[in-house]
């Protein structure tokens, strides 16, 4: 019979998680090399039908064992493709077949591994997209840090201090720049959270978000800034020139209407707009270009 258990201690990257162990008891033997593909899945189909009739985890620790190869087929191709060690995709892996296991259905007529092995590959790119970065590293870089990480551990044993970056990097067969920009890499394709702490306070702490200003309160912020800057040049003005200009353009008064409210022709309401914006333009001109510096 096959040990089928979960573990709370892990190797490799996967540290955090509890560790799928799959070990052979001492009440079964294990099955002989000698026995044909055939033979082999006409036992896995048996043990599928008995599972299916009447689950039990012995019968599904029996079928864990004899499809472990499918497990570790497929975990050797996932493992070309990313940077995650292969024992950690094959530890993975177990939970799918587990769960291919329990949802088969042997009257369907379905081959076995076709059906397992969506849920075995599908487990693994799960635990690959949960563990995805948001910034995606070079494959050169992420192997140039994996390996480092290795030989830095066993130069650090070998000369009884920690290696400079030089070793490590001969050691590599790399330059010391790929070295550490493959350490930059690695260390930063995991983003700040904007909750993270800043400086602290004497009443809160100061996080990151606090010192991004929200794109609505920036053009908020612009707008009074130009409006002051407006204010200031338009009192700057002749008191009558500024008042025709407040009038059209401020109260939205048409020329006429300023002309009868005043007392004056509409010409000279043209007028008086022509002379105060060519003052609000020399006004605001240096302004503008003090701000672009």
């Known amino acids: 019979m096959i040990a089928t258990y979960l573990s709370p201690q892990s190797t490799g990257s996967v540290s955090s998680s509890p560790r799928l162990?799959?070990?052979?008891?001492?009440?079964?033997?294990?099955q002989g090399r000698g026995d044909t593909e055939t033979s082999l899945h006409s036992r896995v189909m048996e043990l599928l039908v008995s599972y299916h009739t009447a689950p039990s985890v012995k019968l599904r620790n029996q079928l864990v064992k004899l499809n472990i190869g499918l497990?570790?087929?497929v975990a050797h191709r996932v493992a070309y493709q990313c940077a995650e060690p292969y024992e950690d995709l094959e530890q993975i892996g177990?939970?799918?077949?587990?769960?291919?296991?329990?949802?088969?259905?042997?009257?369907?007529?379905?081959?076995?591994?076709?059906?397992?092995?969506?849920?075995?590959?599908?487990?693994?790119?799960?635990?690959l997209r949960d563990r995805a970065a948001s910034v995606r590293i070079p494959r050169r870089l992420?192997?140039?840090?994996?390996?480092?990480?290795?030989?830095?551990?066993?130069?650090?044993?070998?000369?009884?201090?920690q290696p400079s970056d030089q070793e490590v990097a001969d050691s590599l067969n790399v330059s010391v720049y790929e070295?550490?920009?493959?350490?930059?890499?690695?260390?930063?394709?995991?983003?700040?959270?904007?909750?993270?702490?800043?400086?602290?306070r004497t009443d809160?702490?100061?996080?990151?978000?606090?010192?991004?200003?929200?794109?609505?309160?920036?053009?908020?912020?612009?707008?009074?800034?130009?409006?002051?800057?407006?204010?200031?040049?338009?009192?700057?003005?002749?008191?009558?020139?500024?008042?025709?200009?407040?009038?059209?353009f401020l109260n939205q008064l048409s020329r006429k209407e300023v002309a009868e409210r005043i007392g004056i022709s509409p010409m000279t309401v043209t007028r008086r707009i022509q002379k105060g914006m060519q003052q609000?333009?020399?006004?605001?001109?240096p302004q503008?270009?003090?701000?672009?510096l």
């Not at 162990?21 to 294990?30: F, K, R, T, Y």
């Not at 070295?179 to 602290?200: C, E, F, G, H, Y």
């Not at 809160?204 to 912020?221: C, I, V």
């Open 179 to 200: 070295w550490r920009a493959s350490r930059t890499a690695t260390k930063n394709r995991i983003p700040l959270s904007l909750d993270a702490t800043v400086s602290q």
């Open 21 to 30: 162990v799959v070990a052979p008891c001492q009440d079964e033997p294990v």
């Open 71 to 73: 497990v570790r087929k």
């Open 280 to 285: 609000l333009v020399s006004l605001l001109q």
């Open 204 to 248: 809160s702490a100061f996080t990151l978000g606090d010192t991004l200003m929200d794109a609505r309160d920036l053009a908020l912020q612009n707008i009074e800034e130009d409006q002051i800057q407006l204010q200031q040049a338009l009192s700057q003005l002749e008191d009558k020139t500024r008042e025709v200009i407040e009038f059209v």
């Open 142 to 161: 992420q192997q140039i840090s994996k390996d480092g990480q290795k030989n830095r551990q066993s130069l650090a044993e070998k000369l009884g201090r």
């Open 94 to 127: 177990y939970l799918g077949l587990i769960s291919a296991i329990e949802r088969f259905d042997p009257t369907q007529g379905c081959a076995f591994s076709s059906f397992a092995v969506p849920y075995i590959r599908g487990e693994m790119l799960h635990f």
């Open 288 to 292: 503008m270009l003090s701000t672009d």
